[in-house]
């Protein structure tokens, strides 16, 4: 098994609240509560859950832009938990390793900065080339995000969504990183836009040998790309294992929920859809025992008295149950 290029261990990034008056206990928000995983060079890692479950939050704590509150993140085996301990010089090269695809395609980007300006600022921050290498890396960026070179003159209004969400990559690109994070990185855009992007995704990936974590609330996308995929549920990792394991043989009742609603493009075709009772608890106070147990088809006495750990249930699957 190679080293991994990213490895997350126990991460926690807990919210302190305003403290009520009166109230002797200090409350937090528990987004994100030990979990771990690792991404190797050239994977695709997808993180899936419902909104609110922690998967993004996670994503900004792996590229310390939401500082953790626990836990080690290391790229190449370095520990970079806590960036600003490192000096500036080691702080660029990092930053300039890992980036980041945002999910909103319009509010990412600048409106009042051009194209050619969007891609080169990145570029001139981090000392890459001359003006005139840049500018022909502009050009060479926009070819392969599928734009035309003189659409570098243009502002953001003038795009597209997804031609916007084109450019977003094109700005991850343009610093030569080894892996990119993406925030739901086709939700805000249309079905047959969605596919153009992946594949775009998929195309560069295989050209520049990237690593990705792509972030999504939909299995279907979700099940494109990713060579493995992560569950969270409230915070925890529910489940992962391979993409293949986890759509053919899914063991926590909460990950076979959520493939029970992905729909069948076939009329004649039915789903047994498995509808969970209820809401998702309040990630301020979560329920004891399972994170799950609230809304649990199987629940059982001891889900709700002993948190079940993610353990091994098969060649790579890893599963936190009582009754996987």
Do not use: W
Request: net charge neutral; glycine share 6%.
């Amino acid at each position: 098994m190679p080293d991994s290029l990213l490895k997350v261990e126990n991460l926690k990034v807990h919210f302190p609240l305003k403290k009520e008056f009166l109230s002797l206990k200090k409350r937090y928000v528990y987004a994100v509560d030990g979990i771990s995983f690792s991404v190797n060079e050239g994977e695709t890692l997808g993180i899936v859950g419902e909104s609110g479950c922690g998967k993004t939050t996670a994503g900004l704590s792996v590229l310390n832009l939401v500082k953790p509150t626990g836990g080690n993140v290391f790229f190449r085996g370095k520990e970079i938990t806590d960036l600003s301990r490192l000096p500036k010089e080691e702080q660029l090269k990092l930053r300039k390793e890992m980036q980041i695809i945002f999910q909103d395609p319009y509010s990412s980007l600048n409106p009042r900065a051009s194209l050619k300006s969007i891609l080169d600022v990145p570029m001139k921050i981090h000392n890459m080339g001359s003006p005139r290498e840049r500018s022909e890396k502009i050009e060479y960026l926009l070819e392969k995000v599928g734009l035309r070179p003189e659409h570098s003159s243009r502002y953001p209004h003038e795009f597209s969504g997804g031609q916007r969400q084109r450019i977003g990559i094109a700005r991850a690109l343009s610093l030569d990183p080894s892996i990119i994070i993406g925030d739901e990185p086709v939700s805000a855009l249309d079905v047959s836009i969605q596919a153009q992007i992946i594949n775009l995704l998929l195309d560069l990936q295989d050209e520049f040998n990237l690593a990705y974590i792509i972030i999504a609330h939909d299995l279907a996308v979700v099940e494109h790309v990713a060579d493995r995929i992560a569950v969270m549920y409230l915070g925890k990792i529910v489940e992962q294992a391979d993409y293949k394991d986890i759509y053919t043989s899914p063991l926590h009742p909460y990950t076979q929920a959520l493939l029970s609603a992905i729909p069948i493009p076939d009329p004649h075709m039915e789903r047994n859809r498995i509808l969970l009772k209820g809401d998702v608890p309040s990630p301020i106070d979560p329920p004891r025992g399972c994170s799950f147990n609230t809304r649990c088809p199987r629940k059982k006495d001891i889900c709700e008295q002993v948190e079940p750990e993610l353990k091994k249930a098969g060649d790579g699957h890893f599963v936190s149950c009582h009754f996987a």
